[in-house]
């Protein structure tokens, strides 16, 4: 099957000189919109706004997704002949470590990859992730070659000994999953993006295009965001006003912005004013 891209069109074409690249286990990335895979209507839709969001990583819940019966429907079969995608498993609905790794290793044996969203939810009520338990499977899985990028409150103590335990990147929530807030504490997302050396992807709370842009502004290298595009009207025109946010953001990052005054000042020149 023809591998499927709508990076020829335009929208999603980038400039060859001077391509704005980040890593993640070795792998090079252009887009730094990671798309999630739940919430959709049917894999076929699931499927379009992956495209039009011009993702290049889409995570996948391993507990919930058909990935090892070749009898049913997979959304992997969906996903299969789109071009640069990698399959970002996820431990999404683990509440203890032991269910962690387990459901680590079985992505792995089901040769999804080496790729893994470490995710150990330690309140049901909230979703907020059990930190002390993702940094003991960070610590675990790296050592067996995972490529580990942990869901994590928005604590750079936390962040920091993620990567110490071998973490590729490090994932802070911006507000609770699913709840659209948008970011609640930029001073500790600051705190994060300025102390890492491992890339920085905001997780779970972005529910609109501004916000996402604002996470790029601030640094950081990418955002992971599924019900702001699933839950939408339109989920499809939202994956590409995401895709387009994501882009305004991160250019607005490198080019500067202007610095803040208390008081006005006149864009226009007074020399040469005539009275």
């Known amino acids: ?49 992956t495209i039009a969001a011009c993702a290049e990583m889409i995570t996948v819940a391993v507990r919930r997704v058909n990935i090892t019966d070749p009898s049913k429907e997979s959304l992997l079969e969906h996903l299969s002949d789109i071009e640069n995608l990698v399959i970002l498993p996820n431990t999404a609905g683990c509440y203890t470590l032991d269910d962690c ?23 049901e009520k909230t979703l ?8 003991e499977a960070c610590k675990i899985l790296s050592s067996e070659g995972f490529i580990c990028l942990p869901y994590i409150t928005d604590d750079p103590i936390v962040a920091r000994k993620c990567e110490d335990a071998g973490a590729a990147a490090v994932m802070p929530l911006a507000a609770p999953i699913g709840s659209g807030l948008g970011i609640q504490n930029e001073h500790n997302l600051r705190f994060i993006i300025e102390q890492s050396n491992v890339p920085v992807i905001v997780d779970a709370g972005v529910g609109t295009p501004s916000d996402a842009a604002r996470c790029l502004e601030l640094g950081a290298d990418a955002i992971l965001t599924n019900s702001a595009i699933a839950c939408a009207k339109d989920p499809v025109a939202m994956a590409e006003a995401m895709m387009l946010a994501v882009r305004a953001g991160r250019k607005g990052f490198l080019a500067g912005r202007m610095p803040v005054k208390a008081y006005a000042s006149a864009s226009s020149p007074s020399e040469g004013i005539i009275t």
């Open 101 to 123: 790794l387990r459901t680590a290793r079985l992505a792995r044996e089901a040769g999804v990859g080496d790729f893994i969203k470490v995710e150990v939810i330690g309140d």
């Open 1 to 49: 099957m023809k591998a499927i891209t709508n990076k020829d069109d335009g929208v999603c074409a980038l400039e060859t000189k001077q391509q704005d690249t980040f890593t993640l286990g070795g792998h090079v990335f252009s887009s730094r919109l990671i798309v999630g895979s739940g919430k959709y209507s049917d894999f076929q839709q699931t499927r379009e706004a």
């Open 128 to 135: 907020y992730p059990d930190n002390e338990l993702t940094i």
